[in-house]
């Protein structure tokens, strides 16, 4: 995809476990239809497991090399992923607040999760409960090209995917950038930059995206090359939860 290609090192990583992910598995397999997540999603926090993989991604960071060390860091404005980008970047020297040239964390509000309008806060039985009409709408769409009452469609992901990584690319060509995100926005990347069809991201769409895994590509001169994808080595080796 033109402007990522430009781009030395793209890493992006989803942040660390959130309380909303210990609410949805708390109601999965049960007959609830809400998720019991009282917060805005904007204000959903980490868990201490999401802190503890924080804080073993930025030991990551910091072990980098120099070459591969991020020349820039966005989030999104959402707390989960300001919190792990914020933990993550304590972690390294080079990232120091208190080093004049170390890095800043940008916010790009374009880097929030995935909206889920009327639908949220509810389960799968739930949806299926409150809108059945929604439910079978699903079905016949399917999930790239559906969207619910007030939120967005994988595909809106893209459109506001896409304006981010052309802005990123007039900010800093040839740069080495870190995005702390959310699962739906590291697979639709996949999508745009791996040039994917629907079929192709929803196979890739079937493994989740662990809390506080990286997917990096490398630009191998002639564009972005994948080097991993949900990697989470550095939580196995540094001993902390992978959730």
């Excluded at 999104?76 to 972690?91: M, W």
């Excluded at 969207?147 to 040839?174: H, I, K, M, N």
């Excluded at 950038?177 to 697979?187: G, K, P, Q, R, S």
Aim: hydrophobic share 35%; proline share 5%; aromatic share 6%.
């Amino acid at each position: 995809m033109a402007g990522v290609n430009a781009l030395q090192w793209l890493n992006l990583t989803r942040h660390g476990e959130s309380t909303g992910n210990l609410a949805y598995l708390a109601v999965e397999g049960t007959d609830a239809e809400e998720t019991g997540i009282r917060e805005r999603d904007a204000d959903v926090p980490l868990s201490e497991t999401g802190r503890a993989q924080a804080t073993a991604l930025g030991r990551w960071l910091a072990a980098l090399p120099e070459d591969e060390r991020p020349t820039m860091v966005v989030a999104s404005p959402y707390l989960r992923t300001l919190d792990t980008a914020r933990i993550a970047l304590a972690q390294t020297s080079y990232a120091a607040p208190r080093d004049p040239g170390g890095l800043t964390l940008r916010v790009d509000e374009r880097l929030r999760d995935r909206e889920q309008g009327v639908l949220e806060g509810l389960t799968p039985l739930g949806v299926r409960r409150r809108f059945p009409a929604e439910a079978e709408r699903m079905a016949r769409l399917g999930k790239f090209y559906y969207r619910p009452p007030g939120g967005e469609s994988w595909t809106d992901l893209a459109l506001r995917l896409r304006s981010f990584y052309r802005d990123l690319e007039a900010d800093v060509p040839g740069g080495r950038v870190l995005v702390v995100t959310h699962d739906a926005i590291v697979v639709m990347t996949r999508y745009l930059v791996e040039d994917l069809s629907e079929r192709e991201v929803l196979e890739i769409e079937k493994e989740p995206v662990a809390n506080a895994s990286v997917t990096r590509w490398h630009h191998d001169g002639g564009g972005l090359r994948a080097v991993s994808y949900n990697d989470r080595t550095h939580l196995t080796t540094a001993g902390a939860p992978t959730g």
